[in-house]
């Protein structure tokens, strides 16, 4: 399997990645805020899809971070507690950017449908966006106090360890212990998590096998109702997946498979989005072919999603995961 | 005979072989085939639940043809998995509970097809007994999976 990163690549990837959020949240509330000044429609649209698009960069942000952390271990000059505090913030915040993240899909969603964009969801959006550029900010402010050279041999206390962490809203360590300490849990999370995957699935072989010109009979337009369902299904996955990398995350940074799973995710999720706001298949009746762009973005879209269950299934196999 | 099976060299392979194309690949294939299986079925019985009513449900008739095909692949790595491990399945009731829960969403999901998907022409009112079958065959599937997912943690 071809190695993608090793540990320090990843806390160098962290590095690179952990502007997203920050820059990427500002960029769309202007955006969003020039739409209003404007009344310019598209705007809101292009700012809503760069909303989304940070929502998802904002995850390999989080889970290299748990690879950065894991090769400061130990080293001189870093403070663990700054390492706890930032890595609760950076939860808060990350939840917070997935909420918005998906109230900004929902309403490309039914822009789509309906021809224009909503306010009461618009307005969700906004109220939510200026939360999640606060927490961001402050999560990217906790993470620049973590390197600290004045602070030689300070001892680092483990990755999500509770020491030396002031209780906060989200504690990760809280979490990670509710989990280990609870023997239903991990298995009621497996569980949920193949019945998400079953139910995402459902959708993106039924949209992107009409794209792709096996189901035929069902215009483009009416598929794209099931939509909401696969996305409910990646809630259902994205939740349980972060309970068992919060509580092992260890497992997982230095797993290839895993990393491979976050790229072809990323890929899928930006292949998601284009079938959401997708123009000229929008327009496609029931018994015509779609344009081969459209083809061509169904046949990726369903080769990606079995890759991501590839690599999910592979993680104790090719990786470490149990 | 369940002895026999789990003792069989195709066991000692599949279970001890350090190849990726064995028990991996097996168990991969499987979670494939439940992933297109119930995903399509899952879709049937929403439509019929009312979700999505734009979808022509006649053109839904093709995803019964994947539900077989996905059956089909499970059933034989399904088998090939039972064999490796047949002596501590073989006696599991929660095993067969399960098998019991796939047998039910089957059953289920060709009634649905009886009723709604015979002679060329799908109904413009979904009967309640439809329905019913709709609900009984999205429970049948998701117990199925959370069986299947919970015999890697029972004994």
Redesign the interface.
Known sequence: MLNLANLADLAHVHLLLNHFPTIGTILGLGLLLLSFIRKNEHLRKVSFEVIFLIALATFPVYVSGAAAAEALKGAAGVSAAAITAHNDAALGSFIMMEITGFFAWLALWRMRRIGRMTSGLTYTVLVLLVLTVAAVARAANMGGDIRHPEIEGGQYAGLFGSSGSAPGLISAAGIKDYVLQHPYVWPTCETLHFIGMSLMFGVLMIVNLRLVGWLRGMSFASVHRLLPFGLMGFGINFITGMFFFIAASEQYTQNVAFHWKVVLLMLAGVSYLVLTVYDEAWTLPASAQAPWPGKILGASALVLSVGVMYFGRMLPFIGNAF | MLTSMAQSAFSTWLLSSNS?WA??TV??LH??G???L??????ID?RLLG??????L???D??FG?VWAAFALNAVTGTMLFIADADKRGPSLFFWTKLAFVALGLVMTSMIRRRNFAGGTAPVVISSASKRLAIVSLLA??AA??T???L??VA
């Open positions: 990726i028990y991996p168990l991969t979670t494939f439940m992933m297109v119930v995903g399509a079925a899952l879709m929403l979700f999505a009513q734009a979808i022509p006649q053109s839904m093709r995803l994947i599937w998701c999976i959370t299947g997912r919970l890697a943690y």
